[in-house]
């Protein structure tokens, strides 16, 4: 069953528990994509999506390829007609780092 949390400072937080799973998927999702790209500059919010993994202010894009690769984890991201996710998948026990790492991405991104 999926749990809706909203916490103090409006972000909603979707959780779900999967007994005898081990793996954690983390996921950062903004309601906007490609269909709110301005007509004259098409393509924005997918390319928005790859600058955002070139770097942050304290990791290099390869310093964040090979943190998650030392994880086992898994990177990534979407655009979408009226969204783009970023999102990380990792055993449980890496939560923390994969965390750090994804927020990380999501709200200190080095876009020149």
Same mark, same amino acid.
């Given at each position: 069953?999926?749990?809706? #949390? /909203? ?16 793996? /954690? ?22 390319? #928005? ?6 770097? #942050?202010?304290?990791?290099?894009? %390869? ?7 030392? %994880?086992?984890? /898994? ?9 783009? /996710?970023?999102? #990380? ?15 990380? %991405? ?7």
């Amino acid at each position: 069953m999926v749990k809706s #949390t /909203v916490l103090d400072n409006g972000v909603r937080v979707l959780s779900a528990k999967m007994p005898g799973v081990r793996s /954690v998927s983390l996921g950062v999702w903004v309601g906007v994509g490609s269909r709110h790209d301005p007509p004259d500059n098409a393509g924005v919010a997918h390319f #928005t999506e790859h600058m955002l993994f070139k770097g #942050t202010k304290k990791r290099s894009a %390869l310093q964040i390829a090979k943190e998650i690769d030392a %994880l086992g984890g /898994v990177l990534n991201a979407q655009t979408a007609k009226e969204y783009t /996710v970023y999102y #990380t998948r990792v055993l449980d026990e890496h939560l923390d780092k994969a965390a750090d790492i994804l927020f990380d %991405l999501f709200l200190n991104s080095q876009i020149d």
